[in-house]
C-alpha cells in the first residue's frame, strides 16, 4: 500500500486508546456476558438465537459491551479521519494521479448510478456501512481512511490493513479448486484486498477484474496494488449488470460480499455471475458462517453488527440457506465450511465475538461450480 | 431499513452519556501519554522534572492557586446542571 502519512502523537494516543478499549470489550466484558449466560442458563440451554438472545441483550453488561463497540467504531473512524485531514490535497493528488507505468489498469465509469440500497442510509442520516461517515462512495478520502480504520477495526493499526493481508485471504484464495485460472473476478473487491490475495495466489493468470460500486475505493485498491506490483484491472460497475461477456471468467469470487447487499440483489448478482462464469467454471465466497452454524448465543452476538455496526443486510443474510440461493441462481456442487487457515492471533470478524479466542468459525466458505455443457 | 440511529440501551441519551465518557478518556489518555514524553523529552536535557512536580505539588502557595483553578473547572464541568430545575 502506499505510504500513510504519518500520525500525530495526540492521533496516535487515541488509536492507542481505541485498540486497547476494543479488546477489553473483547476479552473480559464479552468474555463476561458469555460466562453470566452460561451461569444463568445452566445445562438448559435455550434453543434458539432469539430465546438465548432474550437472555442475554437485559444484561447490563451485554448492553454497556454493545454500546463500547459502537462507540469505539465510531470514535474510530472519526479519528483516522481526523489523522489524515490534515494531509487531505496530497492524498487527492496521489489518487488522482495513478503509477506512470501500471501494470493494471482502473477503469471508472462516472455515469454509473449507485443503487439506492447502497447510498440511503447514508443520503437519510442514518448509520451507514460499518458507520463510515458517508459510507464507501461519498468520501474521496475511504481509502486511506479505511486502511488506518480497518486496521484498527482489525486491532492492529500501527500494522495497517493492506500491509498484512490476513492469513484468512491468502488460504481463501490458494484453496479455490483449481490452480489454472486464466480469469478471476472478484465481486465487491471494495479496497482491493481479495483481489490481490487472488493475484498473489495465481501470477500466471491472464487477467484478474476486481469490480466495485465505489470510484474512491477502487482508486486506493489501484495505488495500492501497484505500489505492490501486483496486475490487477480495477473497475467500477454493477455487478447486476455487468459489461463482461457470457462464459467470460473461469473463477468468479466475493469476499464479505453476499451480506452487504439485499436478497434480491444478491439473486441478481448470482444469475449475473452464472452469465459470465464458463461452463465447468468455480464460484467461490468467504463470508460469514450462517446463524444455524453457530450455538444459538454466540449467533445472539454475532448478530449485534446488524444495528451496531451499519450492517443492515447482515441478519437477512445469516439467517438464509446461501447453498439454496446458489442452487436457485443454476449453480451446482454447492458446498460450504469454515475455511481452514492458521492465523492463531486473529480473533475473528464481527464485532462482539472477537473474544480474543481463535474463532475460526468467523471465516465460512461457500462455493460452487457451473454446469459444463453437455455434449450434443 | 432502520428508522434511527442505533442506540444499545433502552434510552438513547444513556448511550450519549458512554460517548461523552468514552471521549473524555480517550482526550486523557492522550493528555498522559503526551505528558509521559513530555517528561522523557525534558530527562533527555537533563531536566528532571518528575521530582520538581512532586516538589511543587506540596507548595502551599500553590495548593491555593489551584484549589481556585479547581472550582472554575468544576463550575465549567458542570455548567449544564446549574439550569436543571429551573
Given amino acids: 500500500m502506499p505510504q500513510l502519512p504519518p500520525v500525530t502523537q495526540e492521533h496516535a494516543a487515541r488509536l492507542d486508546f481505541l485498540e486497547g478499549l476494543r479488546l477489553y470489550n473483547y476479552r473480559r466484558h464479552v468474555r463476561g456476558v458469555l460466562d453470566a449466560y452460561d451461569r444463568e442458563v445452566g445445562t438448559t440451554r435455550p434453543p434458539t438465537m432469539a430465546s438465548a438472545g432474550e437472555r442475554i441483550k437485559g444484561q447490563p453488561l451485554y448492553q454497556f459491551a454493545a454500546a463500547i463497540q459502537h462507540h469505539a467504531q465510531v470514535m474510530g473512524w472519526a479519528t483516522a479521519a481526523d489523522s489524515l485531514r490534515e494531509h487531505a490535497d496530497e492524498l487527492d493528488v496521489l489518487l488522482a494521479s495513478p503509477p506512470a507505468n501500471p501494470i493494471g489498469r482502473l477503469v471508472l465509469d462516472g455515469s454509473l448510478a449507485l443503487p439506492s440500497y447502497y447510498t440511503e442510509n447514508d443520503e437519510a442520516g442514518l448509520d451507514d456501512i460499518h458507520l463510515v461517515p458517508g459510507g464507501y462512495w461519498r468520501e474521496s478520502l475511504v481509502g486511506p481512511i479505511y486502511e488506518r480504520g480497518g486496521a484498527l477495526y482489525r486491532t492492529a493499526w500501527r500494522v495497517g490493513y493492506t500491509a498484512s493481508p490476513p492469513r484468512a485471504l491468502v488460504a481463501f484464495a490458494e484453496g479455490a479448486p483449481a490452480s489454472d485460472y486464466r480469469r478471476i473476478l472478484d465481486l465487491g473487491c471494495s479496497f482491493g484486498g481479495n483481489t490481490m490475495a487472488f493475484r498473489a495466489a495465481y501470477p500466471d493468470a491472464e487477467e484478474i477484474v476486481g469490480l466495485d460500486l465505489s470510484a474512491p475505493a477502487l482508486r486506493w485498491a489501484h495505488v495500492s496494488a501497484e505500489e505492490r506490483g501486483l496486475a490487477i484491472t480495477y473497475e467500477q460497475g454493477d455487478a447486476t449488470a455487468m459489461q463482461h461477456e457470457d462464459s467470460s471468467f473461469d473463477l468468479i469470487t466475493g469476499f464479505l460480499l453476499a451480506h452487504e447487499v439485499t436478497a434480491e440483489t444478491l439473486d441478481q448478482i448470482l444469475r449475473e455471475a452464472h452469465r459470465v462464469l464458463r461452463p465447468g467454471g468455480h464460484i467461490r465466497f468467504l463470508d460469514l458462517p450462517p446463524y444455524i452454524e453457530l450455538a444459538p448465543e454466540v449467533a445472539f452476538l454475532q448478530s449485534f453488527d446488524n444495528d451496531g455496526n451499519g450492517e443492515k443486510f447482515w441478519n437477512d443474510f445469516l439467517s438464509s440457506d446461501f447453498k439454496a440461493t446458489l442452487q436457485r441462481a443454476g449453480f451446482v456442487n454447492v458446498a460450504d465450511g469454515p475455511l481452514d487457515y492458521d492465523e492463531p492471533t486473529y480473533s475473528g470478524t464481527a464485532a462482539l465475538m472477537r473474544t480474543g479466542e481463535f474463532r475460526p468459525e468467523n471465516r465460512w466458505v461457500t462455493q460452487a461450480d457451473k454446469p459444463e455443457l453437455r455434449d450434443g | ?86
Fill in chain 2, 1 to 86: 431499513m432502520a428508522e434511527t440511529r442505533y442506540h444499545a440501551f433502552d434510552d438513547p441519551v444513556h448511550d450519549q452519556l458512554l460517548g461523552i465518557v468514552l471521549a473524555l478518556s480517550a482526550e486523557v489518555w492522550s493528555l498522559r501519554d503526551r505528558l509521559t514524553l513530555l517528561e522523557q523529552a525534558l530527562a533527555e536535557h537533563d531536566i528532571e522534572v518528575s521530582a520538581l512536580v512532586e516538589q511543587l505539588a506540596k507548595d502551599p502557595e500553590r495548593i491555593t492557586a489551584m484549589t481556585t483553578d479547581r472550582d472554575d473547572f468544576l463550575a465549567r464541568v458542570l455548567a449544564t446542571l446549574s439550569t436543571a430545575g429551573k
